[in-house]
């Protein structure tokens, strides 16, 4: 049977999400974003975090101390590469986004550090 998302995907939004890969920190097409709006799984469009919870967290990834109200980031597990971290993937599709760790800003003290080629952004069209 074909995987969809080989099809769909990009190789590198593939390996990235489908095989729980990680693109080179500072090189992220969303790192710097300031715009506002939501980010959005690369695969399914499930929404995964706000541009509110966005900061800057120097890690060369964009940061987010808090997924959306829409619940759709579950946790993971992860030993890989010699190391005990939390993986964070999306709940629809079971896409890699990245990790998430203890040491982000008030008021949840999380940094979920997420790679861009895992989302998608969609500008909010709100004047407030």
Not at 5 to 32: C, I, N
Not at 47 to 61: I, N, P, R
Not at 85 to 106: K, M, N, S, T
Request: glycine letters at 8%; hydrophobic letters at 25%.
């Amino acid at each position: 049977m074909t995987d969809p998302y080989k099809e769909k995907l990009t190789p590198e939004e593939y390996r990235v999400t489908r095989q729980a890969g990680t693109e080179r920190p500072f090189t992220g097409e969303f790192l710097h974003n300031k715009e506002t709006g939501k980010y959005t799984c690369k695969c399914c469009n499930a929404t995964l975090f706000e541009s509110a919870a966005k900061f800057d967290s120097g890690c060369g990834w964009p940061s987010f101390n808090a997924q959306s109200n829409d619940d759709n980031v579950v946790y993971k597990e992860d030993s890989s590469l010699g190391m005990q971290r939390i993986e964070i993937l999306c709940r629809q599709c079971e896409a890699h986004l990245g990790h998430v760790f203890d040491d982000g800003p008030l008021p949840t003290g999380k940094r979920y550090c997420v790679n861009s080629i895992s989302l998608n952004f969609d500008a909010s069209s709100d004047s407030e």
